[in-house]
């Protein structure tokens, strides 16, 4: 199994481009979230889904778009990119029910100038 | 806003040593989880103990909760160069035991 596998895994952008983060999981996982960690501040929850067709947003969802129109795939879009969105990006899953780890991708090392 | 929050930020020892990291929480919660960040890299799953639990082990590792002070610790024993990375505490609250709070992690390097 490949887990969590996040593309691209470096990315530079200018001011107004969009642009999207991929994020796939093979392990049949419910919950799917988004996360951006920024120095000193931790992992903050960007979006999560629940499954196929459900999104909902986290701590920080302005400027981010999330679809699920599979339970394997995430993607995070982003709609005009600002020096602000400059962050490592971390796609996660796992199960819903009970009491389960989350697995990580290796993350997304976005700049933008 | 964290729920989190790990202390010390930063904690270096020599390889042999213990290593203790405390995690102080606001809310209840159904869950805590600890993980671990190697530099460049993902977050690792180490250890998960639930809100009726006081005590976990798992190898060298032993979580403790403490839901009336809300705060865990983790402690790493016998601590080798490998075990250099951060470390997070995250909780699950109200009535979802997945959807994670981080907080801002402890730094942990380990000497030869």
């Known amino acids: 199994n490949a887990g969590v596998t996040q593309t691209p895994k470096f990315q530079v952008l200018k001011t107004g481009q969009s642009m999207t983060l991929q994020c796939a999981q093979d392990?049949?996982?419910?919950?799917m979230s988004w996360y951006r960690q920024d120095p000193g501040m931790g992992l903050r929850l960007i979006h999560y889904?629940?499954?196929?067709?459900?999104?909902d947003q986290g701590e920080v969802p302005n400027g981010y778009n999330v679809s699920r129109s599979t339970t394997e795939d995430f993607p995070l879009r982003l709609l005009s990119a600002a020096p602000s969105q400059t962050s490592v990006y971390f796609c996660?899953?796992?199960?819903?029910?009970?009491?389960?780890?989350?697995?990580f991708g290796d993350g997304t090392r976005l700049s933008i100038l | 806003s964290q729920q989190g929050e790990e202390d010390p930020q930063a904690l270096s020892i020599q390889e042999g040593e213990n290593a203790t990291m405390n995690c102080s929480y606001k809310t209840s919660i159904n869950n805590l989880q600890w993980y671990r960040q190697n530099s460049g890299r993902g977050l690792v799953h180490l250890i998960l103990i639930r809100s009726n639990e006081r005590e976990k082990h798992s190898g060298r590792l032993r979580v403790t909760l403490d839901t009336s002070k809300k705060s865990s610790s983790l402690l790493i024993t016998a601590s080798r160069a490998a075990d250099t990375a951060s470390y997070f505490c995250a909780t699950a609250q109200g009535r979802s035991n997945y959807k994670l709070t981080f907080g801002k992690g402890t730094l942990l390097t380990v000497n030869p």
């Open positions: 392990m049949n996982h419910e919950y």
């Open positions: 996660a899953s796992s199960h819903d029910r009970g009491n389960q780890p989350q697995h």
């Open positions: 889904s629940v499954g196929a067709g459900i999104t």
